[in-house]
């Protein structure tokens, strides 16, 4: 099934957005301050590829990116979740909501009064 280019581009302006606010995020900022800083003293003057720095600054960077997806990711659940949900509350088309009423209005179960 295709989508529409327009829920393409929303999922997609949606997906910019969380990640710009995962990006941001005050929780991930320790994270992001230690890599920076373990990238810092990485390029410090030594054997990068055989330094503990390089190696510090690698677990710090694939921490914080898996932090950064875990957040990503839940948040995608989170709206999906919330796509399901409007998409199910969308109203019936005419045609529909007249056979609905119609079901509704009349009551094939007569009460039994005695």
Do not use: C
Not at 7 to 25: D, G, K, M, P, T
Not at 51 to 79: S, T
């Amino acid at each position: 099934m295709e989508f529409p280019s327009w829920f393409r581009s929303a999922i997609q302006r949606r997906s910019e957005h969380v990640l710009a606010q995962i990006e941001r995020h005050s929780d991930l900022r320790k994270f992001r301050i230690e890599e920076s800083l373990a990238y810092d003293a990485l390029f410090s003057g030594m054997d990068k590829m055989g330094a503990p720095e390089f190696m510090d600054w690698e677990d710090k960077h694939h921490f914080k990116l898996a932090m950064e997806n875990e957040r990503l990711y839940l948040q995608g659940i989170k709206d999906g979740a919330q796509l399901v949900l409007a998409l199910l509350a969308v109203p019936v088309s005419p045609g529909d909501e007249m056979v609905a009423r119609s079901n509704t209005e009349s009551d094939p179960v007569k009460p039994n009064d005695g």
